[in-house]
């Protein structure tokens, strides 16, 4: 099955509100369809396409998205963290979790800003959660891009959709880029939480109590996840997902939340269970880590467009057009 992904020029899994997902491509133009492929692999009972997405991803080569493919051990990728500009609910001080609320006016205007801040920096690929705040966040930055691309959110959750999203022009398709969601980003699920206000709940609880619900490692909020059980799913996706574009030498950019951010960067900077609870991300504020041979080496955050030093971490890179 995998030579039916190899043509695909985006050559990448989809992903949405399903729990193991693949691209389905019988085209070099159609969209990727996760939610087909698996569907396709609960019929036959088999895994032969859903158990090792690393093999799956070298088989679709993104030959658009790159004048020369380097060998993966030469390859150097770039990877951007965004966490969401801020919402209505973070405005107004409730505890948001999986809700799914918008941007403030301000947090458009970060979303913007941070876009500025990243504008020189390559992205092939983006990935969101499924909530409209990170969605609006990736949308809003990738307006300032140098490259001009046009950010399209992927379509796979039927086979109608996939069908009825399908671009018929090779050179549209390259000149955009694919926008895959997937619940796994989410914010972790805040529980009881969700739609109280942090002061009140903070005076009613004890302070302690409710910093030790925002911020410990393993103790979740009344029926919601602790940041672990936030970690296992977020995780595992960018393990599976994600990676394996930075190891082809894909530029990713990810935009998400808080929580299944802090998650993320505690796996990529090896960080203790004591010490993510010092980590704290600020809303619409781009982090930038380079991939290179296995290994994320943070960069900080891209200051502005001017400053070019900050991430002209390689030669390569910045003489890579990426049209
Ligand atoms: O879900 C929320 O309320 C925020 O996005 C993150 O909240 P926290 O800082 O309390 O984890």
Not at 50 to 77: N, Q
Not at 104 to 115: L, S
Not at 260 to 282: A, D, G, H, P, W
Request: net charge neutral; aromatic share 8%; hydrophobic share 35%.
């Amino acid at each position: 099955m995998a030579a039916t992904f190899l043509n695909h020029p985006w050559g990448l899994q989809g992903s949405c509100c399903i729990p193991s997902s693949r691209m389905f491509a019988s085209s070099s133009l159609r969209f990727p369809s996760s939610s087909l492929s698996w569907h396709r692999h609960k019929v036959r009972g088999s895994s032969s396409f859903s158990d090792d997405p690393a093999a799956f991803i070298s088989d679709a080569i993104i030959s658009s998205h790159r004048h020369e493919s380097p060998s993966e051990s030469e390859s150097e990728s770039t990877l951007i963290l965004i966490r969401h500009g801020e919402s209505l609910w973070n405005e107004k001080n409730l505890f948001t979790g999986c809700c799914d609320v918008p941007l403030t006016r301000k947090g458009v205007e970060e979303a913007i800003e941070a876009g500025k801040r990243i504008s020189y920096i390559p992205i092939d690929i983006i990935f969101t959660s499924v909530l409209i705040r990170a969605k609006m966040t990736a949308m809003l930055s990738m307006t300032q891009h140098h490259q001009k691309k046009v950010p399209i959110i992927i379509h796979n959750e039927s086979e109608q959709a996939t069908a009825w999203t399908r671009i018929y022009s090779e050179k549209t398709t390259k000149q955009s880029i694919p926008v895959i969601t997937a619940w796994q980003l989410n914010e972790r699920m805040y529980g009881e939480l969700q739609g109280l206000n942090k002061q009140e709940t903070a005076e009613r609880y004890g302070k302690e109590k409710v910093h030790e619900w925002r911020r410990s490692f393993d103790i979740p909020p009344p029926k919601g996840e602790s940041l672990e059980m936030c970690s296992e799913r977020a995780v595992a996706y960018f393990k599976d997902f994600i990676e394996p574009h930075l190891k082809s030498g894909r530029h990713v950019m990810v935009a998400a939340h808080g929580n299944s951010l802090r998650s993320i960067i505690m796996y990529l900077e090896k960080l203790t269970s004591q010490e993510v609870m010092n980590l704290e991300l600020s809303t619409g504020v781009p982090l930038l880590y380079i991939y290179k041979e296995g290994k994320f080496i943070s960069r900080g955050s891209p200051v502005g467009t001017t400053e070019v030093g900050v991430y002209a971490y390689t030669q390569s890179t910045n003489n890579n057009e990426h049209d």
